[in-house]
């Protein structure tokens, strides 16, 4: 059964330093997010992305955040100047261009530390 | 998007069926419903989707009322395995669309 995929599983970063978390979204996929959850928090979207631009981002998503389909395949999310508050799992997700009962599946997620 | 209301929290035993109930009053016309299950430091993961009336797969039961207010997750026969977070979300059928989340319904299966 095809998957999301995302890498690393987790990275440990200093306060300030840029971050590249990757996914690779389910091939014939044309619809891409990212979300994030803090530990013991809700799952809280992030931004999503078709047609190589942004379709909808939230309040979380300001310009620290950037995101990239760098080659058709890869789905990134760059952070920069991390700081300790973005600490948290960040969640891929895609969907197809499929039939209307379609929806959005998720990748394992990338466990983000900032020291 | 239409706000959804479930329980914090429920207990089940194995071997038993589980009913997880949804509100969402103010579910638009053209809202589909959504389950997913999250275990801990895992993606959510898409149990059942549904409009109206009755869906199941080889997971779950999804069933909705006529008024759309409302659904139940069903899962039968539950095993500790299924202890999990459990999200109903409502939404458009728009690719763009993201999903929001509310706390969900943390199922404990209990031996």
């Known amino acids: 059964e095809p998957e999301v995929t995302q890498t690393p599983s987790h990275q440990v970063t200093q306060m300030g330093q840029e971050v590249i978390l990757r996914c690779v979204p389910i091939?014939?996929?044309?619809?891409f997010y990212w979300y994030r959850q803090i530990l013991g928090q809700k799952v809280e979207f992030l931004v999503s992305?078709?047609?190589?631009?942004?379709?909808?981002k939230s309040e979380i998503f300001d310009d620290q955040f950037s995101v990239e389909r760098p080659d058709g395949s890869n789905f990134t999310l760059k952070i920069r100047s991390t700081k300790l508050e973005d600490s948290a799992m960040y969640f891929c997700?895609?969907?197809?261009?499929?039939?209307?009962?379609?929806?959005?599946?998720f990748g394992p997620g990338t466990r983000l530390t900032v020291l | 998007l239409a706000k959804t209301t479930q329980p914090i929290s429920m207990d089940s035993y194995e071997g038993q069926e589980v009913n997880i109930t949804c509100s969402h009053n103010?579910?638009?016309?053209?809202?589909?419903i959504t389950w997913y299950q999250q275990f801990p430091s895992q993606g959510p993961r898409f149990i059942i989707q549904?409009?109206?009336t009755k869906v199941t797969n080889e997971v779950a039961s999804l069933f909705i009322p006529a008024d759309r207010k409302s659904s139940t997750l069903s899962l039968p026969r539950v095993s500790l395995s299924d202890t999990a977070v459990y999200y109903c979300?409502?939404?458009?059928?728009?690719?763009?669309?993201?999903?929001?989340f509310g706390p969900g319904t943390r199922l404990s299966v209990l031996p």
């Open positions: 091939s014939n996929h044309l619809y």
């Open positions: 992305f078709y047609n190589n631009e942004i379709s909808e």
């Open positions: 549904g409009y109206k």
């Open positions: 979300l409502v939404g458009p059928d728009n690719y763009g669309q993201n999903f929001v």
């Open positions: 103010n579910i638009a016309t053209n809202d589909y």
């Open positions: 997700a895609s969907r197809g261009p499929g039939s209307s009962t379609d929806t959005q599946y």
